[in-house]
């Protein structure tokens, strides 16, 4: 049986989680959409609320993946060690709580969902994702196994993605706002595109107000950052799967304004 995933890009403020609670169903219907995973780090701008994390669960998402923000706001702390459907990078150090492997159910198969981190440029003491990829594999496998790459560099990106072809379903990158172009399925059947983009206000700096990240390049003092004004998008991927293989057949990418 064929099963379409949805990843929808870091949501970005309350402009961002307001975009995806009123177009993120609708999208699924139109897709015909089984399994939805949200990268939420971004939703209080640095990091994520208690009440943010439900918000994205009511708007559709059945998983919520973080990032290099996981603990912008320490509230979160309690809600990783109890919520499994909520992932911080499973390459963090032993002593944070949470976890960044969850296994789900989904009519009649299992999806594994794993969030990883990247260490070129995003300096977190994180371990080798490539390794802790390795390691989570060994254990139960379900049918189709999901991967969000937080990540800076598009090659660690790509590498990570050819590093694990053909032994996971579907890999993309979050964490650089800006969606890329190259959605493929790999030559081992790994669905793959290396930045989904973000879910925020359009005419932004990766949803940032304009004049806060300018006045950050010229050397001022930006203050606390705040979402642009204005009209915001949605962008993601969708990863059709199929569930006797959990090979990928085709990756769409999309984009709700």
């Not at 390794?131 to 496998?141: Q, S």
């Not at 979402?227 to 990418?253: H, I, Q, W």
Request: glycine residues 12%; hydrophobic residues 35%.
């Amino acid at each position: 049986m064929l099963y379409r995933i949805l990843a929808i890009g870091d949501v970005v403020g309350e402009p961002g989680l307001r975009h995806l609670e009123r177009h993120l169903r609708s999208l699924k219907r139109l897709k015909d959409i089984h399994f939805t995973v949200v990268n939420g780090e971004n939703a209080a701008m640095t990091g994520i609320l208690p009440d943010q994390v439900e918000a994205l669960y009511a708007a559709g998402a059945d998983v919520v993946t973080l990032g290099n923000h996981t603990f912008g706001k320490q509230q979160i702390a309690r809600c990783l060690e109890e919520d499994p459907y909520l992932l911080r990078p499973a390459n963090y150090t032993g002593r944070a709580p949470g976890r960044g492997w969850g296994i789900y159910e989904c009519g009649h198969i299992r999806i594994g969902v794993m969030s990883l981190i990247g260490r070129c440029g995003l300096d977190f003491h994180a371990e080798n994702p490539f390794t802790t990829a390795d390691k989570l594999l060994k254990g139960e496998r379900p049918e189709l196994v999901l991967v969000d790459f937080h990540a800076e560099a598009t090659s660690e990106k790509l590498a990570l993605g050819y590093y694990l072809d053909g032994r996971v379903s579907a890999l993309w990158g979050t964490h650089t706002h800006v969606p890329t172009a190259d959605e493929q399925v790999l030559p081992g059947g790994t669905g793959y595109i290396t930045d989904l983009g973000m879910t925020g206000p359009a005419r932004s700096v990766l949803g940032i107000a304009p004049r806060q990240s300018i006045e950050t390049f010229l050397g001022g003092l930006p203050g606390r950052y705040q979402p642009a004004e204005g009209p915001c998008k949605m962008e993601g991927a969708v990863f059709t799967l199929d569930s006797e293989s959990g090979k990928c057949t085709a990756v769409e990418r999309i984009a709700v304004e």
